[in-house]
Antibody, heavy 118, light 113 residues
């Protein structure tokens, strides 16, 4: 079975940094686009970033461009999101998602909560 | 940027009755390869989202056949033929044709009357 397990969330002060991880299993990780999507408390889903299978191409939402960096380690089947210069509005549950648009894909992890507050 | 507009935002439904959710995009979602990258997701209370439909009308494995997706260009619809109690939750459409910006709709909350 496909499993996506996020970790690394927590409480961080404004201006601080955090690194999220997503451990993937049950599929050939190195052949799929991977995405990060976030959900502020009580609100809807917001796409954050995506990365191509070999890690050579990335795209970001305007709201996080220049502050967040997506990366992957295909040898370790792990997706990352390095977040810096964090703001209160970055507070959300962060999900990793296996290609939301491809056949036999579209799975979500359980999410990890990031809280930015002093 | 592409804007995805869902309606209604709240949908009270009687058990056993049909339900329909509209998702409209500000630009055509037909990609240069002829595919239309429009997916639908269900988020039950307290759970992670789950994909139901990809590329407009393809149902994921394990998704009950009472769920169906249709549409083209800029207008898309998710239909539930007979609503069951387990269908309560929020439904989102998402486009993956125009980047950057894998835009989601605002979400439609389905509840039982």
């Amino acid at each position: 079975d496909v499993q996506l397990v996020e970790s690394g969330g927590g409480l961080v002060q404004p201006g601080g940094s955090l690194r999220l991880s997503c451990a993937a299993s049950g599929f050939t990780f190195s052949t799929y686009w991977m995405y990060w999507v976030r959900q502020p408390p009580g609100k809807g889903l917001v796409w954050v970033s995506r990365i191509n299978p070999d890690g050579s191409y990335t795209t970001y939402a305007d709201s996080v461009k220049g502050r967040f960096t997506i990366s992957r380690d295909n040898a370790k089947n792990t997706l990352f999101l390095q977040m810096s210069s964090l703001r209160a509005e970055d507070t959300a549950v962060y999900y990793c998602v296996r290609d939301p648009f491809k056949e036999v894909a579209g799975e979500w992890g359980q999410g990890t909560l990031v809280t930015v507050s002093s | 940027d592409v804007v995805m507009t869902q309606s209604p935002l709240s949908l009270p439904v009687t058990l056993g009755q049909p339900a329909s959710i509209s998702c409209r995009s500000s630009q055509s979602l037909v990609y240069s390869n002829g595919n239309t990258y429009l997916s639908w997701f269900q988020q039950r209370p307290g759970q992670s989202p789950r994909r139901l439909i990809y590329k407009v009308s393809n149902r994921d494995s394990g998704v009950p056949d009472r769920f169906s997706g249709s549409g083209s260009g800029t207008d898309f619809t998710l239909k539930i033929s007979r609503v069951e109690a387990e269908d309560v939750g929020v439904y989102y459409c998402m486009q993956g044709t125009h980047w950057p910006g894998g835009t989601f709709g605002q979400g439609t909350k389905v509840e039982i009357k």
